[in-house]
């Protein structure tokens, strides 16, 4: 058995996740497969908010939804306060960055390779204020050299991506966390790509903004996303929009944020959703981060040797201590995405990943790529499909 899991164990896995029984699924950094632990909470909720109308529901189960930070908090190794939800990870973003830039943030660099909605909307920050945006140079896998993107930002802050979505090498955080701490520059991680996958240990990595989304590798549904922001965020100015989910109205004209990060939320979300952000959280904990890493490593190396047994190219991330349970390739004489559909016709679904999804990252990839994501209950038999599927087409 590859990894640090039992036969038996994945076979427990898969059996509480009804769609590895159709699928190989082999695009989990777009969004990965709901176990029964998930959706069940889910439906539990709505089958009790049909029955007696959605705020008798939210009160029947309203500690069961404040369990959901603490879960959240404990997969992160930080307070419960410092964790807010958002829709999306690049909304929750978008409002930390507002927040920093109306406290008097005056420069941000940004990784080309980092999410193309933080990217446009730093951008989109700079027109009419005084922001200055840097957008810092990659390497063929996606990452800035840390000396110069915090040169970039020094006295501002530093976006980047833990692991970006077009190349499957982690950044080097604690490198970039320390030097932006002497250089005085906030550290802003866009974690969609990592949580779930690696240990993601928010004060280790001296995160002062941290964001992901529930449907990747957390495997948690669509439409729920987390936004961690630091005490020295917390100590800056709110969101720019007050609303009565993030604090209170106190006089005709005046409203009092909270302490916590509950200022960046919405009065109106979706009890089901955050419930099934819950349990993947709980989940995620529950496997052990530290294992899920190590089954998925060890599921890309098995990949990669069948790939080079079969005179397959290997991805570009191979042999990268870096290396997560992304894959990808890259080659401007072939049609990716004729690749990607051949591939599903095989029953193997792998994605292709164009400019609307990464435009600056795959200038320095020369084009679109495949992307292969694995995670810790996809099975030894599904990675030898792929490598045997992707040669014979590969050779085409």
């Not at 898969?14 to 777009?30: K, V």
Request: charged share 20%; glycine share 10%; net charge neutral.
């Amino acid at each position: 058995m590859t990894g640090s899991f039992t036969s038996s164990e994945i076979a427990d896995l898969r059996a509480q996740t009804p769609a590895t029984g159709h699928r190989i699924h082999l695009n989990h950094a777009s969004t990965s497969l709901m176990p029964r632990a998930v959706t069940g909470v889910m439906t539990d909720f709505i089958a009790l908010e049909q029955a007696v109308g959605t705020h008798a529901a939210m009160e029947a189960h309203a500690r069961d939804i404040e369990g959901v930070r603490h879960a959240v908090a404990a997969l992160l190794n930080c307070p419960p306060r410092n964790i807010a939800f958002v829709e999306t990870a690049s909304r929750g973003w978008a409002l930390a960055l507002c927040a920093c830039v109306s406290s008097g943030l005056r420069r941000i660099a940004l990784a080309r390779s980092d999410w193309g909605a933080n990217i446009l909307n730093a951008s989109a920050m700079a027109t009419g204020s005084a922001l200055e945006v840097s957008l810092v140079p990659i390497g063929p896998l996606g990452q800035s050299s840390p000396a110069a993107l915090v040169q970039a930002g020094a006295g501002g802050a530093v976006a980047f991506s833990l692991v970006p979505t077009s190349s499957g090498v982690a950044a080097d955080v604690e490198t970039i966390a320390e030097e932006a701490r002497r250089r005085e520059a906030l550290v802003m991680i866009d974690a969609a790509q990592a949580v779930g996958q690696i240990p993601v240990d928010v004060s280790a990595l001296g995160a002062d903004v941290l964001v992901f989304p529930a449907r990747k590798w957390l495997r948690g549904p669509k439409g729920a996303a987390v936004l961690f922001v630091s005490d020295r965020i917390l100590a800056q100015a709110g969101p720019p929009l007050r609303d009565l989910g993030g604090g209170t109205w106190t006089g005709a004209d005046d409203f009092l944020w909270r302490d916590d990060a509950r200022r960046f939320e919405s009065f109106e979300f979706n009890p089901a959703v955050r419930l099934g952000l819950g349990a993947a959280a709980r989940l995620a904990r529950e496997v052990g981060p530290g294992r899920i890493a190590a089954r998925i490593r060890a599921l890309v190396d098995l990949a990669c040797t069948r790939l080079a047994a079969l005179g397959a190219p290997l991805p570009m991330e191979a042999g990268d201590p870096a290396a997560t349970g992304i894959m990808t390739w890259a080659d401007r004489r072939r049609d990716v995405g004729a690749l990607v559909e051949a591939l599903r016709q095989r029953g193997i679904f792998a994605a292709a990943i164009g400019e609307s999804q990464a435009r600056l990252a795959l200038e320095a990839r020369g084009g679109p790529i495949l992307r292969a994501s694995v995670h810790y209950f996809n099975t030894e038999d599904e990675i030898e499909a792929f490598a045997t599927g992707f040669a014979a087409l590969w050779h085409i």
